[in-house]
C-alpha cells in the first residue's frame, strides 16, 4: 500500500505498471448531460451556479443587459501594442522567494494553470539568468563562427535574415524543472512544481545552414555556442545534434525575441536542456573535443549515488503534470470535470498518456486536445465525476520510443536524492473533500 507524505526521505527506460482502460468515448447525449451537469444547470440550478462566479456584478448577468454592451468601446489606437484584459492581470510569471536570493542569478516560472493549448505567449515564458538581463542593440549585435572553418565568418542580424528561414514548435525546459521536489513535496503549486517550462513557435536559420556556409571541417565533432551576457555562458554542443534540428532564432512566437529570452538572437537545441540554448548569441567555435566549461562541469551535471556525475545528459526525458485541477485551480463543488495537463519529451513526440484517481492503483486513458509534435507540449484531458471523496490525481505519459514516465521509487533507485536535474517522476496532486488540492508524494 502506498503511503502519502508531505516530504520524502535518466536514460534508462521503465516498465509500464498496471494495464490502462480504455477511455469510453462519450455519445452526444452523455456530452451534454456533462456540459449541463458540470455549469450545474440541471434540474434548474441555474441561479445558484452563477452566483457563485467571483465578484460578479448581478446587475450584469442574465437576463439583464450587461454594462459593456450600452456604451461604445475605445478605439484602435488606444493601445498601439496589445495589452491582456486587466481581468488577466493574476497570469504572470512568480519568483520564489527562498530559491531568489539574487535576481541577477535566478529564475521566475511559467504560469502552467493558466494557460490553454500548446503555445506559451512570449510575455509569461520563464526566466533563467546567470549574470542579469543585458541591454543589446541589435545593430551593434554580430555573430561569430570560426575555429575548424574554412571560411571564418562574422555575421550581422541583418546577414542572418538573408539566410533561409524556418519556423518550429518546441518546448523549452531548465533541466532543474521540479528538481526541489527530488526529496519530498516542496512547492505549493503548478507553476513551481513545473513552471521552468515553455512551448513556443521559434524561427530562424538551421545551423546546418550556416556550418555549411563557413564550410565546416569534416574532422570537427562539437560547437561551443558562447552567449553575450555578463557570464559569457556558453555550452558544448555535439556536431551530430548541430546537422540535426539546432536552430539559431532570431523570433518567437511570430515577433523578434524578447529581450529575457535572449534577443537579438539564441540557439534553440529541440528537446535538450534548456541551458544548451545559449541566449544573446555571439560566438560559435568549431572544434573535435568538448570545451568543458564552467556550466557543464560544476554545474548542470547530475550527482549519482555514488559520488559520480552524469556527464552530458542532453535530453530532456519523458514528462507530465496535470495542470487543472492544482493548487492553483481547486475544485469548487461535487459534480463534472474536466481533467487537463500537458506532456513532452525531448525524444519525440507523446504516444499516450494515462491519468489516475486513486494514486496509480488503476489507470485511464486520456485524448489528446491539441495537435501532437515531436519535442512540443501536448495537451491532454479526461472527464471526472468528482463524488466529494479525497482523490490522488496523477498522469503518467509514454513517448514514441516506449519510454514510459517513472515513478519516484523507480527514479531514485537509479539516480538516488542527491540531483536537482532530470527531475521526472509521476506527480501527484491529493484533493481533499473542500476541494483544495495540495502537493503530496506516495512512496
Not at 521503465?14 to 456530452?31: C, I, Q, Y
Not at 512570449?122 to 555573430?143: C, D, K, M, Q, T
Not at 538573408?162 to 526529496?183: D, Y
Not at 507553476?191 to 515553455?198: K, P
Request: net charge positive.
Amino acid at each position: 500500500m502506498s503511503r502519502i507524505v508531505k516530504a520524502a526521505s535518466s536514460g534508462d527506460k521503465f516498465k509500464k505498471g498496471v494495464a490502462s482502460k480504455p477511455l469510453h468515448e462519450p455519445t452526444l447525449e452523455e456530452r451534454r448531460k456533462f456540459l449541463l451537469g458540470g455549469l450545474g444547470l440541471m434540474g434548474g440550478a441555474a441561479a445558484s451556479s452563477l452566483a457563485m462566479v467571483p465578484s460578479a456584478n448581478a446587475s450584469n448577468l442574465p437576463p439583464n443587459l450587461p454594462s459593456w454592451s450600452k456604451n461604445l468601446g475605445t478605439g484602435v489606437v488606444t493601445n498601439p501594442y496589445g495589452q491582456p484584459s486587466r481581468f488577466e492581470a493574476n497570469v504572470k510569471r512568480r519568483t520564489v522567494d527562498w530559491l531568489t536570493a539574487d535576481r541577477i542569478a535566478s529564475i521566475s516560472f511559467t504560469p502552467l494553470a493558466d494557460l490553454k493549448g500548446i503555445i506559451t505567449p512570449s510575455s509569461v515564458v520563464f526566466e533563467r539568468y546567470h549574470a542579469g538581463l543585458p541591454e543589446i542593440n541589435p545593430n551593434e549585435h554580430r555573430l561569430m563562427i570560426h575555429g575548424m572553418v574554412d571560411r571564418p565568418i562574422i555575421l550581422t542580424m541583418d546577414d542572418l535574415m538573408r539566410f533561409p528561414s524556418t519556423s518550429m514548435i518546441r518546448f523549452l525546459e531548465c533541466p532543474a524543472n521540479g528538481g526541489m521536489e527530488w526529496r519530498g513535496a516542496q512547492m505549493d503549486r503548478v507553476q513551481f512544481t513545473h513552471g521552468m517550462l515553455a512551448c513556443c513557435e521559434w524561427t530562424g536559420v538551421l545551423l546546418s545552414t550556416l556550418l555549411a556556409e563557413v564550410g565546416a571541417s569534416k574532422k570537427a565533432s562539437w560547437i561551443l555556442a558562447e552567449g553575450a551576457d555578463g557570464a559569457h555562458m556558453s555550452r558544448s554542443i555535439p556536431m551530430a545534434k548541430a546537422l540535426d534540428d539546432t536552430l539559431i532564432v532570431y523570433a518567437q512566437n511570430g515577433e523578434a525575441l524578447r529581450p529575457e529570452q535572449g534577443y537579438p538572437l539564441r540557439m534553440i537545441n529541440p528537446g535538450w536542456e534548456g541551458n544548451t540554448c545559449i541566449k544573446w548569441l555571439r560566438r560559435l567555435e568549431i572544434g573535435d573535443k568538448p570545451w568543458y566549461q564552467r556550466e557543464e562541469t560544476s554545474k548542470y551535471t547530475d550527482l549519482m549515488p555514488d559520488g559520480t556525475a552524469r556527464e552530458f545528459t542532453f535530453v530532456q526525458e519523458c514528462n507530465s503534470v496535470i495542470t487543472s485541477p492544482s493548487p492553483e485551480k481547486p475544485m469548487r463543488e461535487k459534480g463534472k470535470y474536466w481533467i487537463e495537463g500537458l506532456a513532452w519529451s525531448g525524444r519525440g513526440k507523446i504516444k499516450q498518456v494515462d491519468v489516475s484517481f486513486d494514486g496509480g492503483v488503476s489507470w485511464r486513458e486520456t485524448r489528446f486536445t491539441s495537435i501532437v509534435l515531436p519535442r512540443a507540449l501536448t495537451r491532454f484531458g479526461i472527464e471526472f465525476d468528482w463524488d466529494g471523496s479525497p482523490a490522488l490525481l496523477q498522469s503518467r505519459a509514454i513517448d514514441e520510443t516506449g519510454y514510459v514516465q517513472p515513478t519516484y521509487a523507480q527514479l531514485r533507485t537509479v539516480r538516488g536524492t542527491s540531483s536537482i536535474y532530470h527531475k521526472n517522476a509521476i506527480h501527484t496532486w491529493k484533493v481533499n473533500p473542500n476541494g483544495g488540492v495540495v502537493n503530496v508524494q506516495l512512496t
